[in-house]
């Protein structure tokens, strides 16, 4: 192959991103993703552009909803001004977000649940373990890493049950049904509009407060 597209290039380190450009110095890459708005990697340092050639595209495809759309205008200039608090319940609710319980969670294997640690994650699926939705775990022919499984469990590929993710684990993915947030440990701008770009409207989010 002479071309390759990298995509969700947010959570690429920069360090990931000069390895590629060495190790193919005659082919067109192609790095594709919203760097500096979504969460940056786990490990490494930030994606950084340096004199890469840039084209912006700047329709968000997935939002379908205008006052969502708002709510997402806003965040991002918050992000590019380095605004930052750390009291997140407050500031959702100036959105028009109601909080609700956890024990009031209208929860379906439809649905998606973003938390911000492993620990959150394990406690949702320990609550919902009588329900079926798997999280595949590697690459075969018929299934590829991270697909997402609701029903009975696949055959020949390893996965496990699972029905939280954290928030870097869904980055790239789209919320067809409601899409419940747990306002517990977001800890910065990005991290909140990561989880809240993940809808197509406003009415999908509800925010979980649990004990």
Do not use: W
């Not at 407050?90 to 973003?114: P, Q, R, T």
């Not at 790239?172 to 809240?196: H, Q």
């Amino acid at each position: 192959y002479s071309n390759f597209v990298v995509d969700e290039i947010s959570m690429l380190s920069n360090e990931d991103k000069e390895k590629l450009i060495k190790r193919y110095p005659e082919h067109k890459i192609i790095f594709c993703g919203d760097i500096g708005y979504q969460l940056p990697p786990i490990e490494g340092s930030e994606f950084k552009i340096g004199d890469i050639p840039v084209v912006h595209h700047k329709t968000n495809y997935r939002c379908e909803c205008v006052k969502l759309q708002g709510i997402l205008n806003l965040m991002r200039k918050y992000i590019e001004i380095g605004l930052f608090g750390n009291n997140y319940e407050n500031f959702v609710k100036k959105l028009g977000f109601n909080i609700i319980d956890e024990k009031d969670m209208d929860y379906s294997v439809e649905d998606m649940i973003i938390c911000s640690t492993h620990k959150q994650k394990d406690k949702y699926t320990k609550k919902y373990k009588h329900l079926e939705k798997y999280t595949v775990l590697e690459n075969c022919r018929d299934f590829s890493n991270g697909d997402i499984i609701i029903g009975s469990k696949p055959d020949r590929v390893r996965c496990e049950l699972r029905h939280a993710y954290t928030c870097h684990s869904v980055q790239g993915e789209t919320a067809k049904n409601k899409l419940f947030i747990d306002i517990r440990g977001i800890r910065d701008m990005k991290m909140l509009y990561t989880s809240v770009s993940r809808c197509k409207r406003f009415e999908q989010i509800q925010f979980v407060k649990s004990i």
